[in-house]
Antibody, heavy 123, light 107 residues
């Protein structure tokens, strides 16, 4: 069965960095685009970034562009999100999510989600 | 960026009743709209994709309809486990965006 497990969250001061990981299993990881979606406490969902199945395409929300970097290692079935220059407004649960279509699409829908890792940016 | 407006914000219903949730887009998204369910403390779950296609394992009481700018998620007869927050999401235009959610609560 498909499993996505995020890790790397925690409490960090404004301006500092954090790296999130998403370990995937139960499907052919190298065949699917992967996303990061976040949810601030008590708020709705916000798409953050996507990486295509072969790493050839990477896209970001305007709110994180230039500060966050998405990457993946298909040999390790793992995706990453490097978050630099963190701000209070980046405080959220960060979910990794799998693109539904194989070898296609970078905009969803997202058919499997991890349980999330919480990032808190606070001094 | 396409803005998705969901209504109502909260829907108070009893088990067995029919739930009708609306999602309106600021411009056409053709049929590229999905619906997700999220329960407290859990990740979202895909229910419907491309306006009317049920995702794998989703019960038949969930159905989606619409095209262009107006979409509806219908739960034909609410089960106790259906009380949750529901989000719509479009993939027609860049970037993918979500609606603000509709909470279906127990009356």
């Amino acid at each position: 069965q498909v499993q996505l497990v995020e890790s790397g969250g925690g409490v960090v001061q404004p301006g500092r960095s954090l790296r999130l990981s998403c370990a995937a299993s139960g499907f052919t990881f190298s065949s699917y685009a992967m996303h990061w979606v976040r949810q601030a406490p008590g708020k709705g969902l916000e798409w953050v970034a996507v990486i295509s199945y072969d790493e050839s395409s990477k896209y970001y929300a305007d709110s994180v562009k230039g500060r966050f970097t998405i990457s993946r290692d298909n040999s390790k079935n793992t995706m990453y999100l490097q978050m630099n220059s963190l701000r209070a407004e980046d405080t959220a649960m960060y979910y990794c999510a799998k693109e539904r279509g194989i070898y296609s699409g970078t905009r969803g829908p997202f058919d499997f989600w991890g349980q999330g890792t919480l990032v808190t940016v606070s001094s | 960026e396409i803005v998705l407006t969901q209504s109502p914000a909260t829907l108070s219903l009893s088990p067995g009743e029919r739930a009708t949730l609306s999602c309106r887009a600021s411009q056409t998204v053709t049929i590229y709209l999905a619906w997700y369910q999220q329960k407290p403390g859990q990740a979202p779950r895909l229910l419907i994709f491309d306006a009317s296609n049920r995702a794998a394992g989703i019960p038949a009481r969930f159905s989606g309809s619409g095209s262009g700018t107006d979409f509806t998620l219908t739960i034909s007869s609410l089960e106790p486990e259906d009380f949750a927050v529901y989000y719509c999401q479009q993939r027609n235009n860049w970037p993918p965006t979500f609606g603000g959610g509709t909470k279906v609560e127990l009356k």
